[in-house]
């Protein structure tokens, strides 16, 4: 029902006077173009506009049935992410967010034989929305709930599925643990449908600049409606290393441009050496 997203950033810089004053240099503020993230049989593609909004995701799939998968996002005048399309193969979604004044009050998600239509209610730190599914099927209605740090909405602190028509039976809930930068440390997810699934996640970082998470602040609450986003991908800085509850970690090595942007990054799997995935960045 839902896909992911994921993306993955302060040298400062002295220069002596002859008076033998030092002085900080303060680095450019750049804005991210385009990523591409290449792995075996595979390349992604993030695409941004003039002002580092996101525009559209495309990626060559390895696999026949998805071999082609693009993703369009919309702005509105009053510069609100309120749509999205997709393409799976054959397969398409679209996305539409309505808004009052500066909150979201309505969310639409329609694809083939499954729709949502519904008010979003927020309270405080806390969202709320009816996923009832159009197959009529009433045991897989969900109340979805977030909870965030503050009423800012702006990090979320947990997502909590539950069955409504099932003695409000909890489905899917995910927490996360954040740093002092607000930077995701750690992520738990319980899944409870049929059988019970627990994993969870540890992240480091460095102290450079995500050129993600800066271009695109102000639009976390929109794009946790939308699919393709990874919640990680929006913190501050970026990831040098994932660690899952088995043990096994991916290392992020960084090659940063003078203004402490990243330029590429490769990952790599830590037990085998493999590579998993390199990404190249360019700027406005």
């Not at 699934?197 to 409606?225: C, H, Q, R, W």
């Amino acid at each position: 029902m839902k896909y992911f997203f994921y993306i993955i950033f302060f040298i400062s810089m002295f220069s002596c006077s002859s008076d033998d004053n030092q002085e900080t240099e303060t680095p450019n503020t750049l804005i991210i173009k385009h990523i591409t993230d290449v792995r075996e049989n595979n390349e992604r593609n993030f695409y941004f506009d003039l002002n580092g909004r996101l525009v559209s995701i495309t990626d060559t799939n390895a696999l026949p049935e998805y071999n082609y998968i693009l993703s369009e996002f919309e702005y509105s005048n009053d510069n609100k992410l309120n749509s999205s399309y997709h393409t799976y193969g054959t397969e398409e979604a679209f996305i539409n967010l309505t808004y009052t004044d500066n909150n979201i009050t309505n969310y639409k998600y329609v694809t083939l034989g499954y729709s949502i239509d519904s008010n979003v209610v927020i309270n405080n730190n806390t969202l709320n929305y009816i996923d009832l599914m159009d197959s009529d099927i009433e045991e897989d209605d969900l109340n979805i709930q977030w909870t965030f740090s503050s009423d800012q909405l702006k990090y979320l602190a947990q997502k909590k599925s539950t069955l409504i028509n099932n003695a409000n039976s909890v489905q899917n809930l995910t927490d996360y643990e954040y740093d002092n930068n607000f930077n995701i440390v750690g992520s738990h997810t319980t899944i409870s449908y049929g059988i019970e699934v627990d994993y969870s996640n540890t992240y480091t970082y460095d102290d450079k600049k995500n050129p993600i998470a800066e271009s695109m602040d102000g639009y976390n609450l929109a794009l946790y409606f939308m699919d393709d986003h990874n919640t990680v991908a929006m913190s501050p800085n970026n990831v040098l290393s994932k660690t899952d509850n088995q043990g096994n970690t991916l290392a992020y090595n960084y090659v940063y441009n003078d203004d402490d942007y990243p330029m590429s990054v490769t990952i790599t799997n830590v037990a085998t050496g493999e590579v998993i995935n390199t990404l190249t960045y360019t700027y406005y």
